[in-house]
């Protein structure tokens, strides 16, 4: 089955400044890769994702890239915000992967005023 | 207003009793899953279905059931055979082949 790793564990950057967090999978099949946010408490909750023919994505500060090659894909935060402190988690999705998505172990992110 | 129902947020039990976690989805889904979640362990899959009346076990299904009568509905029982189950459960649904999940808002239960 597919396997994804995330690096690293925690993160802190300072305010303003940027974050990457990256990921690696085993399954070549996988096709979708989504990046969850979760808070302290609460639900995960998706905000971004990119799927195998695309390479890059950007959503205002949020950009996810691709490199199927060598099965990897990482987040980037860029003038990040306390508001970004949370959880964030990395995931692959193989086609007609019918177990749904496979989770990373989670980066938690903390923004230094 | 559409989304996931889990409950009850909160859940105190003790040793050897089963428990049993809702959560019902008003989305038209026809997968829904239940995930595990332990502070530096990520989600785990326990048990996944995809159609009514069919249910998968996942990754660490050991000490768990479920059923899935209605399309709405996929509750979890926790038994008295899982020997670890303080934890966060999650449960999610999705449309077929999105691979998008969509998650409630978690219940989580305590072992006193």
């Known amino acids: 089955g597919e396997n994804v790793e995330q690096h690293p564990s925690t993160l802190s950057v300072q305010e303003g400044d940027s974050a990457v967090i990256k990921c690696t999978y085993s399954?070549?099949?996988?096709?979708?890769f989504p990046w969850y946010k979760q808070e302290l408490g609460k639900r995960p909750q998706l905000i971004i994702d990119?799927?195998?023919?695309?390479g890059e994505k950007k959503d205002q500060r949020i950009a996810v890239t691709l490199n199927k090659t060598a099965k990897h894909f990482s987040l980037h935060i860029t003038e990040t915000q306390p508001e970004d402190s949370a959880v964030y988690f990395c995931?692959?999705?193989?086609?007609?992967?019918?177990?749904?998505?496979?989770f990373g172990k989670g980066t938690h992110l903390i923004i230094q005023p | 207003d559409g989304g996931i129902t889990q409950s009850p947020k909160y859940l105190f039990r003790k040793e050897g009793q089963n428990v049993t976690l809702s959560c019902e989805q008003n989305?038209?889904?026809?997968?829904m899953y239940w995930y595990r979640q332990d502070p530096g362990q990520g989600l785990r899959l326990i048990y996944y279905?995809?159609?009514?009346?069919?249910?998968q076990k996942g990754d660490i299904a050991e000490g768990y059931s479920v059923s899935r009568e209605k399309k709405e509905s996929f509750p979890l029982t926790v038994t008295s055979a899982q020997k670890n189950p303080t934890a966060f459960y999650l449960c999610?649904?999705?449309?077929?082949?999105?691979?998008?999940?969509?998650f409630g808002e978690g219940s989580r239960l305590t072992v006193l």
């Open positions: 999610a649904s999705s449309g077929v082949n999105t691979g998008e999940l969509f």
């Open positions: 279905s995809q159609i009514v009346n069919d249910f």
């Open positions: 399954d070549s099949a996988s096709n979708y």
């Open positions: 990119i799927r195998s023919n695309v």
């Open positions: 995931a692959a999705h193989g086609e007609g992967g019918a177990d749904g998505l496979t």
């Open positions: 989305l038209n889904h026809d997968a």
